[in-house]
């Protein structure tokens, strides 16, 4: 027998935190994309030694970008908001190019961020589709409906930036860097990731225990060893696009842009292995199912009377 259980028609207090949920993600994205088109355009905008951040940055705010938009869309239009998140990478950096602004258009920071809104999706869907045929749209609507749940969110967030950047900040000056807000740049932006990543889990883990869905079977044992593998090959391929898009030697004029996607290095090996643990987890689900569950339509017509 299977350990799903069966999901319930939608009420009317579904519905109504859906709405509710959908409208709070849509004051985000427009509370996000404000001050994110601002900084990316504002003439001359720099931190010193920002340069070597400077990737990781566009990767972790389109990435968010695109993840918000998603959130954002009217069920079923993720899509659509998946390709405006693409194009708004682009147009940024377009746009960027503008005399007036005296910034500069570059190749490598716009695919610094479409490697960020790829992630997005990828993770998007995965979690999408291990989820109990209608539950993730139900365990959204719970996580992020009402300021309390995103105030939870922000206070793991900040609590994740404090104890994690402020390791990372300390080691750095350990190890002979100066104490100046550009060292603690990159510590602060690593420990949001985490800190996003982790108030995500966290708040679906509550979620799920609020609206009582059962996880389905997993073959836990059989594909645990599988996210190393997976998040290593994920990361690998990375080495070598960085390799392959820079060449050897690096010329002298793309310094800056390859150190920048060495950085970025500890923030993608991050994300994969949380790509990798979804798609493997629903991999893990899948093999679990039995013969008559989504995933195995020939048996279920083998299974289905005949009419």
Same mark, same amino acid.
């Given at each position: 027998?299977?350990?799903?259980?069966?999901?319930?028609p939608?009420?009317?207090?579904?519905?109504s935190r859906?709405?509710?949920?959908?409208?709070?993600w849509?004051?985000?994205?427009?509370?996000?994309?404000v001050?994110?088109?601002?900084?990316? /355009?504002?003439?001359?905008?720099?931190?010193?030694?920002?340069?070597?951040?400077?990737?990781?940055?566009?990767?972790?705010?389109?990435?968010?970008?695109? %993840?918000?938009?998603? /959130?954002?869309?009217?069920?079923?239009?993720? =899509?659509?908001?998946?390709?405006?998140?693409?194009?708004?990478?682009?147009l940024?950096?377009?746009?960027?190019?503008?005399?007036?602004? *005296?910034?500069?258009?570059?190749?490598?920071?716009?695919?610094?961020?479409w490697?960020?809104?790829?992630f997005?999706?990828?993770?998007?869907?995965?979690?999408t589709?291990?989820?109990p045929?209608?539950s993730?749209?139900?365990?959204d609507?719970?996580?992020y409906?009402?300021?309390?749940?995103?105030?939870?969110?922000a =206070?793991?967030?900040?609590i994740?930036?404090a104890?994690?950047?402020?390791?990372?900040?300390a080691?750095?000056?350990?190890? *002979?860097?100066?104490?100046?807000?550009?060292?603690?740049?990159?510590?602060?932006g690593?420990?949001?990731?985490?800190?996003?990543?982790?108030?995500?889990?966290? *708040?679906?883990?509550?979620?799920?225990?609020?609206?009582?869905?059962?996880?389905?079977?997993?073959?836990?044992?059989?594909s645990?060893?599988?996210?190393?593998v997976?998040?290593?090959? =994920?990361?690998?391929?990375?080495?070598l696009?960085?390799?392959?898009?820079?060449?050897?030697?690096?010329?002298?004029?793309?310094r800056?842009? /390859?150190?920048?996607? =060495?950085?970025?290095?500890?923030?993608?090996?991050?994300?994969?292995v949380?790509?990798?643990?979804?798609?493997?987890?629903?991999?893990?689900i %899948?093999?679990?199912?039995?013969?008559t569950?989504?995933? /195995?339509?020939?048996?279920?017509?083998?299974?289905?009377?005949?009419r």
């Amino acid at each position: 027998m299977s350990s799903n259980r069966e999901m319930k028609p939608l009420t009317s207090a579904h519905t109504s935190r859906a709405v509710q949920a959908s409208r709070a993600w849509r004051i985000v994205l427009g509370c996000y994309l404000v001050p994110i088109t601002i900084l990316t /355009h504002w003439p001359r905008f720099g931190i010193g030694g920002a340069g070597a951040v400077d990737k990781f940055v566009h990767f972790v705010a389109f990435g968010s970008l695109a %993840w918000i938009a998603m /959130h954002a869309a009217p069920r079923g239009r993720a =899509l659509f908001a998946w390709i405006a998140a693409a194009a708004w990478v682009y147009l940024d950096e377009v746009t960027q190019a503008l005399e007036i602004l *005296g910034r500069t258009f570059s190749l490598a920071d716009m695919i610094a961020g479409w490697v960020g809104v790829a992630f997005a999706g990828a993770i998007y869907w995965t979690r999408t589709f291990r989820a109990p045929r209608g539950s993730r749209a139900t365990l959204d609507d719970v996580m992020y409906v009402g300021i309390a749940a995103w105030l939870r969110a922000a =206070l793991v967030t900040v609590i994740a930036i404090a104890v994690v950047g402020g390791a990372m900040f300390a080691a750095r000056v350990q190890a *002979g860097e100066v104490a100046q807000f550009p060292t603690a740049v990159y510590p602060i932006g690593f420990a949001m990731l985490v800190g996003l990543i982790l108030a995500t889990a966290l *708040g679906e883990t509550r979620a799920t225990r609020i609206t009582g869905l059962t996880p389905r079977k997993r073959h836990w044992p059989i594909s645990i060893g599988a996210v190393p593998v997976l998040a290593g090959v =994920l990361f690998v391929s990375y080495l070598l696009f960085v390799r392959v898009f820079f060449g050897d030697p690096i010329p002298d004029d793309a310094r800056v842009d /390859h150190e920048g996607f =060495l950085v970025l290095r500890e923030g993608f090996l991050l994300v994969a292995v949380v790509l990798a643990f979804e798609i493997v987890r629903h991999w893990a689900i %899948w093999c679990g199912r039995e013969p008559t569950e989504p995933g /195995h339509p020939e048996r279920e017509l083998e299974a289905a009377p005949d009419r």
